[in-house]
């Protein structure tokens, strides 16, 4: 079946921007995660939702960052604002149980902010 | 907040040879899980273990789970160049720092 699909594949844009990223989990998963990853670093938490639960929203880096899910599928990660730290591939995941169960992870967003 | 570290970041090796990566949680986990990121690729599960002092093989691939479940292995043996990659430990939905192996054929 289809797996996790993430667009656009890489996003340019301009220091003060705002930019969305969207994840399309696999269909029927109830938990969807979003992470970043700098080049040749590891993966940094961000935001889980977890079904109809409140989000955890601790990895969020700063209030330039915000998520949404709707109706439990698609989620967009938006930031505001961007600046040139926010370079980095974005990283969806979707599992089919709440955490922890195996993450399947989509093929990223590489974001440059110039 | 929990934090999970692992070691050595980078690993080179012949290809033959063996390699481990440790993998250490500051709070106990009720599961962990390993996953392999081959350059320029996404994460891809490898395996979840569940009970204190459990150990699992795939292959030439050993994992273990320590017995206070705050800490974790990988072994490979015999390693092949297509065991390049970071592998990355993750609790919950925290990931470790993650190691990467390089294999000289």
């Known amino acids: 079946g289809a797996g996790v699909s993430q667009s656009p594949s890489n996003k340019v844009t301009e220091k003060g921007k705002d930019v969305e990223l969207r994840c399309d989990p696999i269909s029927g998963h109830t938990a969807l995660y979003w992470y970043r990853q700098s080049l040749g670093q590891g993966l940094e938490f961000l935001i889980y939702?977890?079904?109809?639960?409140?989000?955890?929203k601790s990895g969020l880096p700063s209030d330039r960052f915000s998520a949404e899910r709707t109706g439990g599928s698609v989620s967009t990660l938006t930031i505001q604002r961007t600046q040139q730290e926010d370079s980095a591939v974005y990283l969806c995941?979707?599992?089919?149980?709440?955490?922890?169960?195996?993450?399947?992870f989509g093929p990223g967003t590489r974001l440059t902010v110039l | 907040g929990q934090q999970v570290m692992q070691i050595p970041q980078y690993q080179h090796v012949q290809e033959g040879e063996d390699f481990t990566t440790y993998c250490n949680s500051s709070?106990?986990?009720?599961?962990i899980q390993w996953y392999k990121q081959r350059p320029g690729g996404h994460p891809v599960f490898l395996i979840q273990?569940?009970?204190?002092?459990e150990v699992k093989k795939q292959k030439r691939l050993t994992f273990q789970f320590g017995e206070a479940k705050k800490n974790s292995s990988l072994h490979i043996t015999a390693t092949q160049t297509t065991d390049v990659g970071t592998y990355f430990c993750?609790?919950?939905?925290?990931f470790g720092t993650g190691t990467r192996l390089k294999v000289l054929a």
């Open positions: 993750a609790g919950l939905y925290i």
């Open positions: 709070t106990t986990l009720s599961n």
């Open positions: 939702f977890q079904g109809n639960s409140a989000p955890d």
């Open positions: 273990l569940v009970k204190s002092g």
């Open positions: 995941a979707s599992s089919l149980m709440v955490a922890p169960d195996t993450q399947y």
